[in-house]
């Protein structure tokens, strides 16, 4: 009897305990954190909103489109030419038409952009900003970089509506300068420090134009921590594409010395060509 009652304490025993098991098992799945945006559940980070990418994208446009033609282009010679031969600018010469074009003169930068069209690409531009703005801030954004970039993508709008051409490129490198503080959220395929070299490397060209080249120097001592930054993370990037940015940025830096605004911009766009370089090997091994 003794021997019966022992045996039924012990299978009680062992229930209790397998339950108490399964509880605590049950518990810990139950009470288990949902994942950040931003985050993959082995802490990993996801790939980047798609808005975040438009954005980038969309910005992009915006100062291409705004961007004077470089002197010396085909395109820049072509338009010039417009006025008749001989001319080079279209202008009249002792009040008589040059060339027997009409004596059109080239159209100015303004007249070449398409105000309208740029206007609703920074329309669709606070749309897709509204809609991750929710997302880099639960991702953990820093404060500060979405407040510079709504105060940059607002000037933006402004500009446009100007239709001031300097301003409103002025404002998209300044708010595409904002983006790598929310790239570095996520896993991309190039470093994020990529982009702040471009933006960079564009704002001595913008400070250049409008003469600042106080402005322009202190650009150029804030890049050889970014390219620093850049070819660290940049892993299994070509020697030969790497090399290229950095004479490029020497180039560049000697040019501004030199006070050579016609030689700036033109090493400003031949750094900005092999950034693209850099970026299309980086985004292939992936």
Known sequence: MGTGINRLKKTLAVGIIFILICSLVGCGRAQRKPQMPGKTQAGQKSEPPGELTQIQSG???????????Q???????????GGGQGGGRGKQQGGQKEGGQGGKSAPSPSEQIDWAKLHQQSVRLHEQWNAFEPNAMKSGANPDAITGFEGQLNILSNKLAERDRYGSQLAANNAASFLPDFMELYDGKAPPDLLRLRCLARDVALRVEADDWAGAERDLGAMPAVWSRVRTEAKGAKESDTSKIQYAITDLRDSVRARDKFVVMLKEDILEKNIDVLNKSLQRQF
């Open 71 to 81: 002197p010396g282009t085909a395109e820049q010679m072509q338009r010039s030419q």
């Open 59 to 69: 910005l992009e446009q915006i100062y291409a489109a705004l961007k004077p033609l």
